[in-house]
């Protein structure tokens, strides 16, 4: 594929809405079956994820393409997904691997431009065993009044930015992006708050899993697609740590030497708990390889402050949502992960391809 190509290809994958996402995806994949959300989404509509599976049903090599744990990073993952279809590479496996297609995961946050599941947590931090003591993260405390300050006002927030400001002075950027980012479990309303339980979100990836008996599998493949962290338009291929350097090893025989690890300090990510990486490890082991596709979007602080108002507004102002206060601001938490450029939009399709047939390559040929 060049770049005229994905040019051509980006407006026709990549949707306005959750809505016209699930639309396109069930026209191309009409035998997914579909997992109601209890949630409703902006204008009372009933929301789902849909799961799709191609090929043999024994199939002992399987690749899973997940969308939209993180909302309205689904748009990207959705629009990759239909690119997969459309390039009808779940047609040229060998009979022994097959293709299950994840798509909106977390489905409330898709349908209202939300990193976050209906109870407000980080889907990406909610995959502890809850069995066990909760991770602590004391330095979040220290931080946490000024990540989502109640005083949403220009000197609210300007109190707030100043105190987040020292603190990085103080203790380096790497230091604040581990305190705010890792997962912390004390702080309801907060950023990657983890929860105290299993969300819908992860409850629902658990039964697609049990319902296409993914553990039975000798190997799985696991493609989670994300952006806002690392350069603009990049698709960096990040392991996590629950996978440690086997995992990380396992992926670079698939993906070669672009692929990041937290564990070798070369991710543009933090270490962090609960990410999806961890339930993949305890289903199977080391018969799966897990990364995350990770587009980079904007800046860090214009994220960050897309994620900051979010939270504000349904922490504080919940009866504003479909105002037009809301609207502008669930607009920008949109944008900050769903660029409106066409360029970003032609990286996407462009390095998404690229991944997709690397991934073809190795499980068609046992690699």
């Known amino acids: 594929m060049n770049l005229d190509s994905a040019k051509q290809i980006a407006p026709v994958v990549f949707s306005d809405t959750y809505a016209e996402a699930r639309q396109k995806f069930l026209a191309t994949a009409p035998t997914s079956r579909a997992y109601p959300c209890s949630t409703k989404g902006p204008s009372g509509e009933a929301l789902f994820t849909d799961a799709a599976y191609f090929g043999n049903p024994d199939a002992k090599t399987l690749l899973v393409l997940v969308s939209g744990t993180h909302g309205p990073e689904g748009y990207s993952g959705s629009a990759s997904q239909l690119l997969f279809l459309q390039a009808k590479f779940h047609e040229q496996l060998p009979p022994s691997t097959a293709v299950l297609f994840i798509h909106a995961l977390n489905c409330y946050g898709f349908a ?150 937290p564990d070798l300090g070369t991710s543009s990510s933090v270490v962090i708990h609960g990410c999806q990486d961890e339930f993949w490890q305890r289903e199977l082991g080391d018969r799966h390889t897990y990364v995350a596709l990770e587009y980079g979007t904007y800046e860090l602080d214009v994220v960050r402050k897309a994620q900051r108002d979010d939270l504000w507004l349904f922490n504080y102002r919940p009866e504003a949502v479909n105002s037009e206060l809301g609207r502008k601001i669930r607009a920008a938490s949109k944008e900050a992960y769903n660029p409106q450029r066409a360029d970003w939009k032609e990286m996407v399709i462009w390095r998404s391809h690229q991944i997709h047939r690397q991934a073809r390559e190795a499980l068609g040929s046992g690699q």
């Open 112 to 261: 209202w431009d939300r990193r976050f599941t209906a109870e407000g947590c980080d889907p990406n931090r909610n995959f502890i065993d809850f069995s066990k003591p909760l991770p602590s993260n004391p330095e979040y405390e220290e931080l946490a009044e000024h990540l989502v300050p109640a005083d949403n006002t220009p000197e609210g927030l300007q109190r707030a930015e100043a105190a987040i400001k020292e603190y990085r002075a103080k203790h380096g950027e790497w230091k604040f992006r581990a305190a705010r980012n890792s997962g912390q479990y004390t702080r309801p309303g907060g950023v990657f708050y983890g929860g105290t339980g299993p969300t819908e979100t992860r409850r629902t990836l658990e039964q697609i899993a049990a319902d296409f008996v993914v553990a039975k599998r000798d190997r799985v493949v696991i493609i989670d697609y994300h952006t806002g962290l690392g350069p603009y338009g990049y698709g960096e291929i990040q392991c996590e740590q629950p996978s440690g350097l086997t995992g990380y090893e396992r992926a670079m025989g698939i993906f070669g030497p672009s692929v990041t690890s």
